[in-house]
């Protein structure tokens, strides 16, 4: 997953387009190394166990849980398990292009 995710993080430089990142491992400072070993440049919170704050505010329930949140705060689709969702970041990140141009 993580490679992908780089991918699309370069691809979509430069662009409105952000992925953020919530960590449930128990362990840290494992995660800091696993961030830095796959080099993943993007924001990433720690939420301590897979039942944290962060995980029941956003009623997670399997890993990992994705949401695609557009440009304006609309969650436009949500995925547990992994889902290729690029055409869907491509059109949504094209309409929040057009938005500002608008």
């Known amino acids: ?5 780089r991918s699309l993080v370069n691809r979509m430089k430069d662009r409105p387009f952000a992925l953020l990142g919530i960590n449930s491992d128990i362990n840290r400072e494992r995660i800091r190394k696993v961030c830095e070993d796959k080099k993943l440049t993007w924001r990433s919170w720690w939420d301590r166990t897979t039942g944290g704050e962060i995980a029941k ?11 695609i949140i557009d440009h304006k705060g609309i969650i436009r689709a949500k995925s547990v398990g ?3 969702f ?3 970041i491509e ?6 292009e057009a938005s500002t141009r608008d």
Do not use: C, I
């Open 57 to 67: 505010h956003w009623n997670v329930s399997g890993r990992p849980t994705v949401y």
């Open 1 to 5: 997953m993580y490679p992908h995710e």
């Open 91 to 96: 059109r949504l990140v094209k309409e929040a």
């Open 82 to 84: 992994f889902q290729d």
């Open 86 to 88: 690029d055409s869907l």
